[in-house]
């Protein structure tokens, strides 16, 4: 599996780059297939002192793409919930294979 984390309108520490990279490896447990999973990182309403965190993320498995965007007022709590419905997605799609 191929891990892609990329940030838009900042630089991520390595803290927060190690935490989403040790998440996603989790996705495996739920679909053996997964090839690769693009994260991206951004920060909405720059111009402002407030910054919402956005998180998207991307899967491909064979013949197949999963996409979620999650935002809140930080990066790993955009991630989790970000994460969780992508489990969530994952996990569907393999019951309906096996089912077929």
């Known amino acids: 599996m191929n ?5 838009v309108h900042f630089v991520a520490d390595q803290k927060l780059t190690d935490y989403v990279a040790k998440k ?10 997964i090839i690769k999973v693009d994260v991206f990182l951004k920060l909405d309403n720059v111009v402002h002192n407030i910054k919402d965190k956005i998180v998207e993320i991307n899967v491909h498995v064979p013949k197949h793409k999963f996409f979620i965007k ?11 919930i ?19």
């Open 70 to 80: 999650s935002c809140s007022k930080s990066f790993e709590e955009s991630f989790d």
């Open 24 to 33: 996603v490896e989790k996705l495996t447990t739920f679909h053996d297939k």
């Open 82 to 100: 970000a994460l969780d419905s992508m489990a969530n997605q994952v996990k569907r799609h393999k019951e309906k294979l096996a089912a077929a």
């Open 3 to 7: 891990v892609n984390i990329q940030t």
